[in-house]
């Protein structure tokens, strides 16, 4: 069975400072990986994805993201935070290999950009 | 705004009964997907349908039933509702089962008193 676990369920960080928001993930086959982020009141919007390639991949509003399979880590990123990026953050595998797609979800991480 | 439209956005319902939510999924999508997001249990897939047929089951309750039209919308049915149920419920669809981008809705929030 695939799980995530993303350390902290929230983080606080000055505008203009690094995010950095942790996930770790299990799985028994190649995962691929999401992260998607919750505005309040507002459904899931994919941030990025890893499935197969490039492990540093680049996704909207600046964030990235890289697979370290040999750390089974998927950890975001976002060189300097805006208030904008204050949200709820979910990581999420899904399993590459028996076709069916249905994504499991971290707890979340609620992020606060302080001014 | 993803395309995925979900109605209604709110339901407050009394405990004991039933309820249906529906979905619809973007234009081209064939394959719909339930989750149910609550405090205590946090994002949990629930079920998903692929062009009407039943694709994959979750954590979905025997109380919860889901179809999905020849039209591609979605339904989800909740009955004998127990406090317990009150949560937010997504639908996401995709264009394929194996096509690992979904595009979620907004959702609809469910409260049983």
């Known amino acids: 069975a695939q799980s995530v676990t993303q350390l902290g369920s929230h983080v606080s960080v000055s505008e203009g400072a690094l995010v950095l928001l942790r996930c770790n993930y299990s799985?028994?086959?190649?995962?691929?990986l999401f992260w998607y982020v919750q505005y309040p009141n507002q459904g899931l919007q994919l941030l990025l994805k890893?499935?197969?390639?490039?492990?540093l991949v680049k996704g909207i509003n600046g964030f990235e993201a890289e697979f370290k399979k040999s750390e089974t880590s998927f950890h975001l990123t976002k060189p300097s935070a805006h208030m904008s990026d204050a949200a709820e953050y979910f990581c999420a595998v899904s399993d590459s290999l028996s076709g069916n797609t249905p994504l499991v979800f971290g707890k979340g991480t609620r992020l606060s950009v302080i001014a | 705004d993803s395309g995925v439209t979900q109605t209604p956005k709110h339901l407050i319902t009394a405990t004991g009964q039933r309820v249906t939510l529906r979905c619809s999924p973007r234009?081209?999508?064939?394959?719909v997907y339930w989750y149910q997001q609550s405090l205590d249990q946090g994002l949990q897939f629930l079920i998903q349908?692929?062009?009407?047929?039943?694709?994959a089951k979750g954590n979905i309750l025997e109380r919860f039933s889901a179809q999905q039209f020849p039209d591609l919308h979605s339904e989800l049915n909740l009955s004998s509702l127990e406090l317990g149920d009150s949560a937010l419920y997504f639908c996401a669809s995709s264009v394929d089962p194996l096509t690992y981008e979904q595009y979620f809705g907004p959702g609809t929030r469910l409260t049983v008193t």
């Open positions: 799985s028994s086959v190649p995962p691929y």
């Open positions: 890893y499935t197969t390639g490039a492990t």
């Open positions: 234009s081209g999508d064939l394959s």
């Open positions: 349908y692929y062009n009407g047929e039943e694709r």
